[in-house]
């Protein structure tokens, strides 16, 4: 029998945590809940294909620099693949791979007609004009045409990215095409073929998760208080519709710091990083918080929804909630994971509770095919339906099998997935 690793070992191996790595530990935890054939879990280990691409472009001052972009298509045995282009720095190919494998997994948990992609351009946004980042957007769609389009691989806006980037993106692919294929990429602006409550969706979910596990464990909107990390777009939705909904929510914070107050802070005051980046703490609030103390807040839901690997091995001793719901992807280590489960923490994971937003890039995707646009309220609507099923979906599976939601929700993908490889058979 193998011993568990040392508080030190524990350390050394989220520093090592990749997210290629973090894939496939939770593909093999989630395996051993299954009865899949291991030929299945061994192809669902390797990505179907990864692309490779340079992307010249030419400077506002003539000069030609070349980056590196990616496409990673983990599967697509339920659809076409789906998943974010993110301009970033750390971009690399074992990271679109990990995170393309993660959004398999989030198009499965939700039901959703899609395989899972990730890519984007080793870049720094910060260091582009407007325009280039317009020429730069143009050639990376141009370098990708021979392996996406609308019924193969459908890209999205992800870190460093954003509506815009996709509305160039769409240009430039239908122009090389000769007429206009808005269902090419999703996260457009309405006036292109976006979606109405694209933007809020995955706050929206988060919110949705919360509230529903809330209940199921006996408690009570009204007297549940709340901490958000991170006040963007996912944080800040959240908040203010549990807030809307009678919780109350005591702390939320960004890059700078957190504020508090026990009584329940005025969210609908508090500007949106989109609306005013960093601005948290010019508010009035009786306490003022680091990032590392929000997260130990005693509150009764704690939503990290910031950036990743936030609850460590360092700190998941100390999280006094009783609920996580994680809004930001991968907030929770691995080894952290099994500390939280172990003191009975439930925590709703990323690929249920931030799955609002490509659930309504697939209403997005809909709409753009059918010509025919949704009103906010169906967005919502649908929405709603999708997340509630999913979540009853995962509890049917945390009660039989009695595991973790996160376990539950893999178990759910996974069983998916392998069913529709069994039912296509691997050819030749
Ligand atoms: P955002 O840029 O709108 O907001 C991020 C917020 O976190 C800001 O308030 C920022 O000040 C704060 N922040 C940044 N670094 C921090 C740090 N080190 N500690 C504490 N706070 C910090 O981002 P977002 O779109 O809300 O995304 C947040 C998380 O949710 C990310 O993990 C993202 O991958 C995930 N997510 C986003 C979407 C989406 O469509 N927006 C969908 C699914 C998942």
Known sequence: MSTPPTQQESELEEQLDSALVTARRQLERAATHVDVDDGIIERLKHPTRVEQVSVPLERDDGSVDV????????????????GGLRYHPEVNADECIGLSMWMTWKCAVMDLPFGGGKGGISVNPKSLSEEETERLTRRFAEELRYVI??????????????AQTMAWFMDA?????????????????????????????????TAIVARETVNYYGGDLEDTTVAVQGFGSVGANAARLLEEWDASVV???????????????????????EEKPEAVLEQDAPESLTNEEILELDVDVLIPAAVGNVITVDNADSISAEIVVEGANGPTTFAADTILQERGVRVIPDILANAGGV?????????????????????????????????????????????????????????????AKAKRGLWP
């Open 251 to 273: 702390a939320v914070s960004d890059v700078n710091g957190a504020i508090c107050d026990p009584d329940g802070l005025d969210i609908g005051s508090i500007p949106t990083h």
């Open 149 to 162: 389009g609308p019924t193969t691989d459908v890209p999205a806006p992800d870190m460093g990215t954003d």
């Open 67 to 82: 980056f590196t972009g990616y496409r990673a298509q983990h599967d697509d045995v339920r659809g076409p693949y789906k």
């Open 359 to 419: 659930t309504v890039s697939y209403f997005e995707w809909l709409q753009d095919i059918n010509r025919r646009k949704w009103s906010l309220g169906q967005v919502n609507e649908e929405l709603e339906e999708k997340m509630l099923d999913a979540w009853e979906e995962i509890r049917t599976e945390v009660e039989a099998k009695d595991l973790s939601w996160r376990d539950a929700a893999y178990v759910v993908a996974l069983s998916r997935i392998a069913e």
């Open 173 to 205: 692919y239908s122009m090389q095409q000769g007429k206009t294929i808005p269902s090419v990429v999703t996260g457009k602006p309405p006036v292109v073929g976006g979606s109405y409550g694209r933007e809020e969706a995955p706050g929206r979910s």
